[in-house]
């Protein structure tokens, strides 16, 4: 059945790096737009960072431009996030999320249809 | 950035009730609005997109309306597995911004 698996969390000190992947599967990952969206612990959604289905086409929330970076490799239909320079504030359950579109510009018809179950990110000292 | 402000925070409800859950935006989103559901230790699903259309396998108790800065998403006759908790989110701007969410709970 269509799947995303992330995988990369764990724990890590103030200022340091941790690249988180999502591996899909069952599906034409090409054609699709992909997104990263967290959750810290006993709160909200909120969203990261969205690619266009060729990676040509991306966009940040303003909390972490600057810091994460979005890409994939759609030989190995494998979506990545880049994190430099985390913050406490960076934990959270991160999901990676397929989008019904190819791009995704604004404004945006549709939704994110499927989603993985998440990776842990910890920032600690 | 586009603020969502979902109301009420929490609801009680019984089984075989109606739920009415809102989103307001702080500018027009015109319809540019999805809502999704999240149970404990669960991913979220997407349930509506484009404010009123309802997403493949969503049950027809769900339906959303609205469109501009105000939202809203409707359940009708209550089922066990519909007690979680609702986000909106906009895609009218970058950034795509959720609300903070409503949890539906049993009375």
């Known amino acids: 059945q269509v799947q995303l698996v992330e995988s990369g969390g764990g724990v890590v000190q103030p200022g340091r790096s941790l690249r988180l992947s999502c591996a899909a599967s069952?599906?034409?990952?090409?054609?699709?737009?992909m997104h990263w969206v967290r959750q810290a612990p006993g709160k909200g959604l909120e969203w990261v960072a969205v690619?266009?289905?060729?990676?040509?086409?991306?966009n940040y929330a303003d909390s972490v431009k600057g810091r994460f970076s979005i890409s994939r490799d759609n030989s190995k239909n494998t979506l990545y996030l880049q994190m430099n320079s985390l913050r406490l504030e960076d934990t959270a359950l991160y999901y990676c999320?397929?989008?019904?579109?190819?791009?995704?510009?604004?404004?945006?018809?549709?939704?994110?249809?499927?989603w993985g179950q998440g990776t842990t990110v910890t920032v600690s000292s | 950035e586009i603020v969502l402000t979902q109301s009420p925070a929490t609801l009680s409800l019984s089984p075989g009730e109606r739920a009415t859950l809102s989103c307001r935006a702080s500018?027009?989103?015109?319809?540019?609005l999805a809502w999704y559901q999240q149970k404990p230790g669960q991913a979220p699903r997407l349930l509506i997109y484009?404010?009123?259309n309802r997403a493949t396998g969503i049950p027809a108790r769900f339906s959303g309306s609205g469109s501009g800065t105000d939202f809203t998403l409707t359940l009708t006759g209550l089922e066990p597995e519909d007690f979680a908790v609702y986000y909106c989110?906009?895609?009218?701007?970058?950034?795509?911004?959720f609300g903070q969410g409503t949890k539906l709970e049993i009375k």
């Open positions: 999320a397929r989008d019904q579109a190819i791009v995704v510009a604004v404004p945006a018809e549709l939704g994110m249809d499927v």
């Open positions: 069952a599906f034409t990952f090409s054609s699709y737009a």
């Open positions: 690619i266009s289905y060729d990676g040509s086409n991306k």
């Open positions: 500018q027009s989103v015109s319809f540019y």
């Open positions: 484009d404010a009123s």
């Open positions: 989110q906009q895609r009218s701007n970058w950034p795509h911004t």
